[in-house]
């Protein structure tokens, strides 16, 4: 950061990034809200997490992103979590869970095989041992202690399987130009609401439970009742129903969604230029009612729309 944007810039540098270090996505986003100073020296550090993030994995980071652009793959799971969370919490990714569709499963593997030297790992993982309506397969790959899992779905958007997670604390994606959290507020708080399909649709299984005690183990509040995670509006009107109501029907681009763009945007006077080129996808997480008056129950959905 350049000196004269604030107190922040008095400090040595090592004082800042030991700051910024502490911060998790949201207050980073607030902070570089400040001014235009604050804003570029946030945009560099929140970069260079994600590259520091990635080389964990592959040796070329922009071939590892052009890859994703051009197929429309997203990177999820910890990894996603871990440039949401501060990143003095040192939430490290164990492995890189990478998110395609069907039409390009060639393309991925070829190029994490030919380009970055994996090789698979044992069988393919069928859907069934996951409970996972949206999974065809999920492609175990390794190259000496590096880790990377491709899910595939049959579904035309890549982000399909993570609105089905067992637990909203995990509903993050990275793509090739945007870094996505869902449920930002929950998740900045360190708190998760349990996915309702676990218990509707008989989705429990050793899996999931291991899943969310390993949530729980990093400090974690998961609950199954989303009143005890803080209050919301449970109103019936559409327009009135809060984002955290799991009753409300969300989407990938409404005003609940916090997005991070690692991309210059573009702007036309004062309105920002937003190209989606990832499909939008809407769903409702459902479940028993939250509020005396609503529902008993409402379906767990979702589809692609755009």
């Not at 990714?93 to 039409?103: C, G, H, L, P, W």
Request: aromatic share 8%.
């Amino acid at each position: 950061m350049n000196h004269g944007n604030g107190y922040i810039s008095l400090l040595c540098p090592e004082i800042q990034r030991i700051i910024l270090e502490h911060l998790g996505l949201s207050d980073l986003i607030t902070l570089a809200e400040t001014r235009n100073e604050n804003k570029e020296g946030i945009k560099d550090y929140i970069a260079k997490q994600r590259v520091k993030l990635f080389r964990s994995f592959v040796d070329d980071v922009d071939g590892l992103l052009s890859m994703m652009e051009d197929t429309g793959s997203v990177v999820s799971g910890s990894s996603a979590l871990s440039l949401i969370r501060p990143e003095a919490e040192e939430l490290r990714a164990r492995d890189m869970d990478v998110y395609i569709t069907e039409a390009f499963e060639e393309e991925v593997l070829k190029h994490l095989k030919e380009k970055e030297g994996y090789a698979g790992a044992g069988d393919i993982v069928l859907k069934q041992e996951y409970n996972d309506s949206t999974m065809a397969k999920i492609l175990k790959l390794e190259k000496g202690e590096k880790k990377v899992d491709v899910i595939v779905t049959h579904w035309t958007a890549a982000v399909a399987p993570i609105l089905q997670f067992y637990t909203t604390s995990v509903m993050n994606y990275i793509t090739a130009d945007s870094l996505v959290c869902l449920y930002p507020q929950w998740t900045t708080e360190k708190k998760g609401f349990v996915n309702p399909r676990l218990y509707l649709e008989g989705m429990s299984t050793l899996h999931t439970v291991e899943g969310l005690m390993k949530y729980v183990g990093r400090g974690f509040k998961i609950r199954a009742d989303p009143l005890q995670l803080g209050e919301h509006n449970c109103e019936d009107n559409t327009d009135n129903q809060g984002g955290y109501c799991p009753h409300k029907l969300r989407s990938t681009v409404d005003d609940e969604v916090m997005q991070w763009n690692y991309s210059p945007t573009k702007t036309l006077g004062e309105t920002t230029i937003v190209c989606q080129t990832m499909p939008v996808m809407v769903w409702c997480l459902g479940g028993y009612e939250c509020a005396v008056g609503n529902k008993d129950e409402t379906m767990s959905m979702m589809f692609v729309c755009a």
